[in-house]
């Protein structure tokens, strides 16, 4: 297998299901048990980001979506979180 995930070894990209089988070959050399797609991993990151208080509208963008009404239509089990955050930040700058 070449090194590189999403190139073959005449430079050709490879297609989606081409880089999962690589991606999962690489999780399996690292011993990880439980083995995600490339999507699982791009989901999981969305959802971190989120959790981490990034706005939906940044979160949007960094994933490539139209708009943000995409995101919040896959994430918005996050917002009510985020929410709360913001509840907090608003009253501790009110004083």
């Known amino acids: 297998m070449d090194d ?3 190139i073959d070894k ?5 297609n989606e299901t081409a ?6 070959v690489i999780q399996r050399r690292l011993g990880l048990t439980k083995i995600i797609s490339q999507h699982g991993l ?6 971190r980001l ?10 949007s963008q960094y994933l490539g979506h139209a708009n943000s009404e995409i995101t919040r239509k896959f994430y918005v089990h996050l917002l009510p ?11 501790e700058l009110l004083g």
């Open 10 to 14: 005449n430079h050709y990209v490879l």
């Open 4 to 6: 590189n995930l999403f």
């Open 50 to 59: 989120l959790a981490n208080h990034l706005s939906i509208e940044y979160v």
């Open 81 to 91: 979180e985020q929410k709360a955050v913001e509840d907090v930040r608003l009253l």
């Open 19 to 24: 880089t999962n089988s690589r991606f999962k």
């Open 42 to 47: 791009r989901h999981n990151v969305a959802s």
